[in-house]
């Protein structure tokens, strides 16, 4: 059973910062690229930020230059530092990552459970 736990969710302040987690846990074999989406009431889900096996990252325009994802040395716990925060922030935060059972099989999406992201004005 694979898992992915987010957690550092919260309520800050415009202008505030909140780091968010992610760890994976569970019988794999690799995991490919992480990544944070998010979700507004009301909107579709949006890829905020990814981070390859290499580290290389890339962001959506929204969060370019306040947003900060990292990997933890293993590969298996993926970071989002997000400062400057914005009211438009304001989101369910998810966890994703691509997770390979085995070696030589096609990598699954996995999913968090979520952790809400409030910023006040």
Known sequence: QVQLVESGGGLVQAGGSLGLSCAASGSFFTIDAMRWYRQAPGKQRELV?????????TYADPVKGRFIISRDNAGNTVHLQMNSLKPEDTAVYYCNA????????????HWGQGTQVTVSS
């Open 49 to 57: 930020a990814d981070i390859a096996s290499s580290d290389s990252a």
């Open 98 to 109: 691509d997770i390979r059972p085995g070696p030589a099989t096609v990598p699954m999406r």
